[in-house]
């Protein structure tokens, strides 16, 4: 009778312990986690715990980039939205403190980084890494445009983007370029005909659908979903420059090939006047942006980058656009105290505003402003002797960045419809 009740105890006692085991189990996978951000959160929307794969291929690249020394920054949109809602509470979040995945767990197909390519010392090393690590990488090349009116040079390739997927999230690591105008520039993201179309979605990604142009941004480290990552000191901004940064190339082929036909003037007169103004165009765009108007190359100015990537020396004007809706109207005094004084002024405000300041050597910064309509744009001008007034018609357009005389700049996207409209006849007839 003993012996019995030993071994009933003894089943007693394990079957006791074994229910125990399962509770604590299934008290720390549906109640401890949850609320340590380790398992699946049950809390709406887009919030999925730390497990989700998004987060754990953000946390791998971030290793390995740390690892290899690789100076990546988040650049992507979504995200920096995200952050910059919270930004005072995260920037006194430390490391491990977070309990929930609010960031880089929200669904999405692609996390974006950008990398300054000057500043990159391991490139091979780093792809090797990258694939051993369990990622898949795509490598994007193409043709350096700042060496296409070099010979020697041209068809340097440089790489652009990287695309590295780890089960279904990548990351598309955006490779910035510093460019002579002080800024920073990525290129078109063009599939080669080997490549895999279907590797990822690309049409999702928001980066690399045509060449961009940004402001070189101070960074700052930051701890998000308890990874630590860089980010642009001013979120707001870069995310402001985002749909706007779209660039186009001074034409450096076309441009040599002009100067084969045409020869360049290298008189001390020309070189001259070339110095002169470019000093002038440098005054007038810190004095634009300190007002926060935009501005662009227009008339002369523009013809000149779009046909000869510089200055027409026998021009003797700076020529810039702008449009009304930007004008302000403190823009007077504020050239006239940079020593740019008033010469000549037409029109009103609500009706063909034209400006004309007189740089040093005689050379003229004429400012024409840009009226809207519902199918077209339109400036004046008005005769100086007569008083005769024009209206210049215009087909609607957009601004693009470019470099011109070692600045980033805006000109018309529709660079030869703007020409034309401007000449009034087809850009080959174009003679000044």
């Given at each position: 009778m003993s012996r019995i009740n030993k071994n009933v105890i003894l089943a007693l006692l394990t079957l006791t312990s074994s229910a125990f085991l399962l509770f604590q189990l299934y008290y720390y996978k549906h109640y401890l986690s949850a609320k340590n951000g380790t398992g699946l959160s049950k809390s709406k929307g887009s919030r999925i715990g730390f497990d989700s794969t998004q987060w754990r291929a953000v946390k791998k690249f971030i290793m390995l980039t740390s690892s290899q020394n690789v100076p990546v920054f988040l650049i992507d949109p979504l995200i920096l939205e995200l952050i910059n809602k919270d930004?005072?509470?995260?920037?006194?979040?430390?490391?491990?403190?977070?309990?929930?995945?609010?960031?880089?767990?929200?669904?999405?197909?692609?996390?974006?980084?950008?990398?300054?390519?000057?500043?990159?010392?391991?490139?091979?090393?780093?792809?090797?890494?990258?694939?051993?690590?369990?990622?898949?990488?795509?490598?994007?090349?193409?043709?350096d445009p700042r060496l296409d009116g070099i010979d020697s040079l041209s068809g340097t390739e440089i790489p652009l983007h990287y695309i590295c997927r780890l089960a279904n999230h990548a990351i598309h690591l955006v490779v910035f370029h510093e460019r002579s105008g002080n800024y920073l520039w990525h290129g078109h993201l063009r599939l080669k005909g080997h490549?895999?179309?279907?590797?990822?979605?690309?049409?999702?990604?928001?980066?690399?659908?045509?060449?961009?142009?940004?402001?070189?941004?101070?960074?700052?480290?930051?701890?998000?979903?308890?990874?630590e990552v860089f980010i642009p000191k001013d979120p707001v901004?870069?995310?402001?420059?985002?749909?706007?940064?779209?660039?186009?190339?001074?034409?450096?082929?076309?441009?040599?090939?002009?100067?084969?036909?045409y020869l360049d003037d290298n008189t001390v007169e020309a070189m001259a006047f070339r110095k002169n103004a470019k000093e002038?165009?440098?005054l007038a765009a810190k004095t634009l942006k300190k007002l926060g108007v935009r501005f662009w190359l227009s008339s002369g100015t523009c013809l000149g980058w779009y046909r000869q990537c510089n200055i027409i020396p026998y021009s003797k004007d700076v020529d810039l656009g702008i449009f009304i809706q930007d004008y302000k109207s403190d823009i007077i005094s504020a050239f006239q105290d940079v020593g740019l004084p008033l010469k000549h002024k037409f029109g009103k405000v609500e009706d063909s505003l034209e400006l004309s300041f007189q740089g040093k050597d005689d050379i003229k910064l004429d400012i024409f402003f840009f009226y809207e309509e519902t199918d077209h744009m339109w400036n004046g001008g008005t005769q100086a002797k007569t008083g005769k007034k024009f209206k210049y018609l215009f087909p609607k357009f957009t601004l693009c960045w470019t470099e011109f005389v070692d600045m980033k700049i805006h000109v018309p996207c529709e660079t030869i419809e703007y020409i034309e409209a401007n000449y009034g006849v087809p850009l080959r007839q174009v003679q000044c």
């Amino acid at each position: 009778m003993s012996r019995i009740n030993k071994n009933v105890i003894l089943a007693l006692l394990t079957l006791t312990s074994s229910a125990f085991l399962l509770f604590q189990l299934y008290y720390y996978k549906h109640y401890l986690s949850a609320k340590n951000g380790t398992g699946l959160s049950k809390s709406k929307g887009s919030r999925i715990g730390f497990d989700s794969t998004q987060w754990r291929a953000v946390k791998k690249f971030i290793m390995l980039t740390s690892s290899q020394n690789v100076p990546v920054f988040l650049i992507d949109p979504l995200i920096l939205e995200l952050i910059n809602k919270d930004f005072e509470q995260l920037k006194n979040t430390s490391h491990g403190s977070t309990s929930e995945c609010q960031f880089f767990c929200v669904p999405r197909d692609f996390t974006t980084f950008a990398l300054r390519y000057h500043l990159w010392k391991n490139e091979e090393g780093w792809f090797r890494i990258a694939e051993n690590m369990g990622f898949q990488c795509l490598k994007i090349e193409s043709k350096d445009p700042r060496l296409d009116g070099i010979d020697s040079l041209s068809g340097t390739e440089i790489p652009l983007h990287y695309i590295c997927r780890l089960a279904n999230h990548a990351i598309h690591l955006v490779v910035f370029h510093e460019r002579s105008g002080n800024y920073l520039w990525h290129g078109h993201l063009r599939l080669k005909g080997h490549m895999d179309r279907k590797f990822v979605p690309f049409r999702k990604l928001r980066f690399g659908r045509y060449p961009g142009a940004f402001d070189r941004p101070a960074l700052q480290q930051i701890t998000v979903d308890g990874l630590e990552v860089f980010i642009p000191k001013d979120p707001v901004h870069f995310l402001e420059e985002i749909p706007h940064s779209r660039f186009i190339e001074c034409r450096y082929k076309e441009a040599r090939a002009f100067f084969q036909q045409y020869l360049d003037d290298n008189t001390v007169e020309a070189m001259a006047f070339r110095k002169n103004a470019k000093e002038l165009l440098q005054l007038a765009a810190k004095t634009l942006k300190k007002l926060g108007v935009r501005f662009w190359l227009s008339s002369g100015t523009c013809l000149g980058w779009y046909r000869q990537c510089n200055i027409i020396p026998y021009s003797k004007d700076v020529d810039l656009g702008i449009f009304i809706q930007d004008y302000k109207s403190d823009i007077i005094s504020a050239f006239q105290d940079v020593g740019l004084p008033l010469k000549h002024k037409f029109g009103k405000v609500e009706d063909s505003l034209e400006l004309s300041f007189q740089g040093k050597d005689d050379i003229k910064l004429d400012i024409f402003f840009f009226y809207e309509e519902t199918d077209h744009m339109w400036n004046g001008g008005t005769q100086a002797k007569t008083g005769k007034k024009f209206k210049y018609l215009f087909p609607k357009f957009t601004l693009c960045w470019t470099e011109f005389v070692d600045m980033k700049i805006h000109v018309p996207c529709e660079t030869i419809e703007y020409i034309e409209a401007n000449y009034g006849v087809p850009l080959r007839q174009v003679q000044c």
